[in-house]
C-alpha cells in the first residue's frame, strides 16, 4: 500500500505485517497523489507542479525521471533544489495511467497533458474548453486499443475523450456530459463505460457514456462534499467518502445505500479498496483498514496505519 501526506513524503506499507517498508522523499511540497502501475512496477507521485516516477523493479527504490507541468520530462532531477515552482507552470491536480502502463495523464489548470511514460515525453494534450481547473481524471481503457478519459473540472462538468494508442497534438471532446453539476467536482469512478462522478454539491452521479448520458443522480448522497468514489473488486458496489467522514457502499445497479460507517472524525482525502480491503486516508493523519462482515452487514474497524 502506498500513502502520501503533506509531509512531503510518501510512505510504502507491507500489509501483511502491518510495518512500513520504506518512505520516498525529496518533494517540493505536499505530496497530493499517488498511483501505482502494477504493469510496469512503477509509482508516480505528485507535488506540486511535478510528477515523479519510481522504479520498484529492483531493490532500490529509486526516483528515475521528473515529468514537469509544462510538458518537460528531466531524467532523475529529483531533488528539491531543482524543483522550484516558475510563473509558466501550473500545479498538477490529479493523474491516471492507463491499464497497460504506457500513457499518463496529468491535469493542470484547465488542460490535461499526455505522456508516453515509454520515452518519457508529451505527446498531446486533452483541450476541453473547461472554464476552472481540471481537479480529476478517470481512464477505461475500452475495447483494448483506444482509451477513454473523463475530466471533471471546478466549473462543474465533465467530458469525454477518446485516446488512440497514435494519438497527438491536441485533442477535443467526443462529448460533453450534461446536465452539469452544481458545483465542482472532487471524484470520479469509471469501468466498462459506466461512470459516476462525486462532487462539492454532495451529489453522486451515474453515467451510461456508450450514450453520454445521464442514468440517475443521487442528490445529498453524503451531507458534506463528496471526495471519493471507488469501484469494489467485483464491480457491483461502489464506494463514496466526503470530507465529514462519513464512508458509504452503493449498489451500482439498483444505486442503493447497502452500509456506511463513520470512518474518521475529519475528512477523508483518500479512498481506495482490494479483494478483501477498503482503504480510507484522513486529515486525522492516519490510513485505516476496513472489512465486510457480509453483503447486507455495515463496515469493521481492522488497523490503524499511522
Not at 71 to 96: F, H, K, T, W, Y
Not at 255 to 283: M, Q, R
Request: charged share 20%; proline share 3%.
Amino acid at each position: 500500500m502506498f500513502s502520501s501526506s503533506m509531509d512531503r513524503t510518501v510512505k510504502v506499507w507491507d500489509l501483511h505485517c502491518a510495518t512500513e517498508i520504506t518512505t520516498l522523499g525529496g518533494h517540493p511540497n505536499s505530496v497530493g497523489v499517488v498511483r501505482y502501475c502494477e504493469t510496469t512496477r512503477q509509482i508516480f507521485t505528485v507535488s506540486s507542479t511535478f510528477v515523479k516516477i519510481w522504479d520498484l523493479r529492483d531493490n532500490t527504490t529509486k526516483c528515475v525521471t521528473t515529468l514537469h507541468s509544462t510538458g518537460m520530462p528531466s531524467e532523475a532531477s529529483c531533488g528539491v533544489g531543482n524543483q522550484l515552482m516558475n510563473s509558466r507552470e501550473n500545479r498538477i491536480n490529479d493523474i491516471v495511467v492507463d491499464g497497460h502502463g504506457r500513457r499518463l495523464f496529468s491535469a493542470a489548470g484547465s488542460l490535461v497533458r499526455i505522456w508516453d511514460l515509454r520515452s518519457p515525453n508529451c505527446v498531446g494534450k486533452l483541450s476541453g474548453g473547461h472554464q476552472a481547473a481540471v481537479t480529476c481524471l478517470a481512464v477505461d481503457d475500452g475495447d483494448g486499443s483506444n482509451s477513454y478519459v473523463v475530466t471533471g473540472s471546478k466549473d462543474h462538468y465533465l467530458k469525454l475523450f477518446e485516446v488512440s494508442p497514435a494519438a497527438n497534438g491536441i485533442l477535443q471532446p467526443k462529448f460533453d456530459l450534461e446536465p452539469p453539476h452544481y458545483d465542482g467536482i472532487e471524484a470520479l469512478a469509471l469501468s466498462d463505460k459506466v461512470l459516476f462522478s462525486g462532487s462539492r454539491d454532495m451529489c453522486i452521479k451515474k453515467w451510461d457514456l456508450s450514450k453520454a448520458e445521464l442514468k440517475q443522480s443521487l442528490n445529498q448522497a453524503h451531507k458534506d462534499w463528496v471526495t471519493g468514489l471507488c469501484f469494489l473488486p467485483s464491480r457491483k458496489g461502489l464506494l463514496s467518502c466526503c470530507r465529514g467522514g462519513q464512508l458509504r457502499i452503493w449498489s451500482v445497479d439498483e444505486y442503493k445505500l447497502i452500509g456506511e460507517v463513520k470512518a474518521h472524525d475529519s475528512p477523508i482525502n483518500g479512498l481506495a479498496a482490494n479483494g478483501s480491503c477498503i482503504f480510507t486516508a484522513s486529515s486525522d493523519t492516519t490510513v485505516r483498514i476496513w472489512r465486510r462482515r457480509s453483503a447486507a452487514d455495515n463496515l469493521i474497524d481492522n488497523t490503524d496505519f499511522r
